[in-house]
Structure formats: C-alpha cells, structure tokens
C-alpha cells in the first residue's frame, strides 16, 4: 500500500521552522505571544491597550498577519512601536516561515516582548506553531457566547482568554457564564480576562498577568 | 521534472461533486444560497429573519455548518423548518462532498429555498464551491468597517452582501461609506443590504431581493 504522507511533512517543516523562531527569541530575550481571534474581535485593540500599560522595562514589538492591507500595522506605527505587516495574500493563517521570514525587519535587541496578531479566524491559525511561547485567545462579546462551544479547537489552544467589547455586554444579552463554562469545558487551565479596551475597564488584571508571565520568561 | 498535482485533483473533485448538487437542485426545483460570514456576525439570524417573511410559496430549508455542537441546528429545528447539521469536526469550510452527504436528510419536495449556513470564517469557505446558486456574505457592525479590505477574497466571491447589526452603527462609530467604497472595490456588482435582524429594519429589501432570485431560477 502507498502512503501519502505529504500533511504530516508540511507540519513537521513548520514544527522545525517554529522550533528555530522560539531559539532566535531565546537568544534574544523575547517572550512572543501570539494573538488569535474572529475577524474585528479586538486584536489590535488590545495591543494598543497593552502598549499603553507596560512599564518602560517591557519593550514592545508587533506583527501584524493579515490576507492583504496595511490597515492595522500602519495604526500600530502611528503609536511609534516597531512593526512588521505580513500579507498572507489570501493564506488563513500564519506560519513559522512567515514569521521568520518578517523577524530581520524588526530592530533587534531593542525588543523584548513581541505581539503577533494572527489572520483574523477562528479556526485556522490554532493549526500552525509559530515559535510562540503562549497564544491569546481573544473572544468579544458581539460575536456571542457560544463561540467556545461551536469553536473549540481554538479555544482550547489558549494559554489565555481574553473577552473583549465588555461594555457591550447587556447590548448583546451575552451570558457571561455560559461562555465560562464553555471555555472550561475545553481547556480547564487557561485565565479569562473579562475587558474593554475601549473604556479600558479589565485591561490592567490582563496586562499584570502578561508582566508576570514576561518576568517568568526572561529572568 | 515531476510535477504533484494534489491540490488541482481535490478541487477538480470537488467542483465535479458541486456540479452533482447543482443538477440536484435542479431537478427539485431548488434555489441554493451559500451564506458566509464570519463568527458571530449573524448567519443563523439572518435565517429566522428572513424565514419570517417568505410568503408561503417560497418553502425553506437549512443546512447549518460547523465544526462542533447543534447549537444553530437546534435553534432552526424550534422554528419548525427543516434542518440538517453538518458537523466538520475541525475543518474550516463545508465542500460540496459535505453538502451531498447531507441532502438527503432534508424532505425532498418539500422545499424550494435551501440556505445553507457555512463554517464561521471570512476566509477559506469561500473558496470551496458547494453547488449552490448565489453566494451570500454577511458583515457585521460589530466586526468594523474595514474588512472588505483586510478579506477581500471572501467579498469579492459575494453575489449579494448583508451587513447585520446596523442598529449599533454609532455604538461603533462604524463608517458606512469607507465599508461601501471597500466593498466596490473588490466587487463592482453586488448590492448591498444594510440591516438589523434584532430590529427588524432594511430585512424586508433583502427578503425582496431574495424573492426575486428565487421568481427568476425557479421560473
């Protein structure tokens, strides 16, 4: 019988080329988190609320995934933090190559945490190591609370939880405890974060727990 | 030189299974409508929305994609239409394979309209032909107004495009008119509805236009 096994070498390239970018960040100093969500959930929302709260000792670097556009890379340089855009030019999720390949772009040694904001989808990106030390999950509120029961590969790949839009939370009539125990159902380990980076209510416990994780990481 | 022409056979076999429900619907009298959106954005309300006002010579049916749980299944089923779950158990897009498997749950000559709800994702679905007639893209408000430019793919494949959720426009400062000229851009020639199903408002349009689609296929 003859085997196919052209899948499983497209991951094992990818796990190598991950395991490459989680060196290069080791000798670097950098914690790398990866940032997966639904198109408009909040991704960049909530670097920016990040951006604003980090002690001057945490210095910030993004990229930014996207099908195509510059939209959310040229927000993120107008708050003058150091970024990357990578256009997957219809791909549904970035990869460690792609990450390799964009990390010469960004001023090395003047870094120490980096944000990637993956393509905007729930399903994909939990596919593809990227060299990441943690992925952010990042629900919202309007897009519902069943997501982590209809979603829950995604949900379950989190090292973290974040619920954005929270000031919109009686507008969509969400049930807070219902999306809680989804969660829990797939991924008993992971912190929920409850936030609005628009109002900024819930953005600091999150950031403290970055700081945290950031001090684990590099000390 | 060798060359591995994986890719094209899959999606050779596919359009080949999408031609097979196409003659199915044919032969049924049956007009089929893909609808894409991303999670959460409203394609199960659209569904109620627009169930609610067909006159009774249009007869519905659903097909609800996704890769977990009956969530939307069971919410269509209270409403007394006819329903079929396709559970992907991972996959990001439903295919036309599915799509067969899944017709011949549904009572045949018992309905006219069949609106197949598709994997929450703004990305791979729409490169996947299932056999049906039109595709349908549903923005949100909620999701902002630049994703025709950050997903033009998915809009460009669109017949016609909802946007939901339009009583939140000034909730979130949402700019219709850099949302419509993204749209145009990636596809000249598909109307645009704007529409609140929690409302009700701008519904009745789409239900027209639907209306008419169906007068001049099944005619």
Known sequence: MTTIPVVKHILDANEQLAAANRAAFAQAGVLALNLMASPGAGKTSVILATADRLPPAIRLAVIEGDLASTIDADTIAARGLP???INTGGGCH???N?????????PVGQFNLLLVENVGNLVCP???ALGTHLNV????????HDKPYKYPGMYAAADV??????????VF???LDYFQRGVTMVNASAPLFVMSCKTGAGVAAWVEWLQDAWHNATR
């Open 83 to 85: 970024v990357v855009q």
């Open 94 to 96: 970035l990869d460690a």
């Open 98 to 106: 792609m990450l390799a390949a964009a990390l010469p772009s960004l």
């Open 126 to 128: 939990a596919n593809f």
């Open 137 to 144: 999950v990042i629900g919202s509120i309007a897009e519902g």
């Open 161 to 170: 939880v974040l619920l954005n839009k929270a000031d919109l939370i009686d």
């Open 173 to 175: 009539e969400f049930d």
